[in-house]
């Protein structure tokens, strides 16, 4: 059975930092693309991409967290991370972790879309307050 589980999310002062968590179950961890997007408040019809690191392990970040933000995994635990730091008021959301095996050699294209992941995690609220 494919199950993503995040664990991680809580409410941060300006500055602060939080590492997210989503183990995944049911797919070939390995040969999995794995992205992280977000819901903000008051946008909830979208979801704007954050991360994404590739099967072949190439990652990516949306201009708004780059530097701030890391993608990694732990191929023993099956396990992807989101290490967050210097949050700010906007980075409030919703945090979905996201997973596809299927993107191939198009992984560059899609791996920060929405749309073509197949599977997802529940969310986990990350509140940063002033």
């Known amino acids: 059975q494919v199950q993503l589980t995040e664990s991680g999310g809580d409410s941060v002062q300006v500055g602060g930092s939080l590492k997210l968590s989503c183990v995944v179950s049911g797919l070939p961890f390995g040969d999995t693309c794995l992205g992280w997007f977000r819901q903000f408040p008051g946008v909830e019809r979208e979801l704007g991409a954050i991360a994404g690191i590739s099967d072949i392990g190439t990652t990516s970040y949306a201009d708004s967290v780059k530097g701030r933000f890391t993608i990694s995994k732990d191929y023993a635990k099956n396990t992807l991370f989101l290490q967050m730091n210097d949050l700010t008021p906007e980075d409030t959301a919703v945090y979905y972790c996201?997973?596809?095996?299927?993107?191939?050699?198009?992984?560059?294209?899609?791996?920060?879309?929405?749309?073509?992941?197949?599977?997802w995690g529940q969310g986990t609220l990350v509140t940063v307050s002033t």
């Open positions: 996201a997973a596809d095996p299927g993107f191939g050699q198009a992984r560059e294209f899609l791996i920060l879309l929405p749309g073509p992941y197949g599977y």
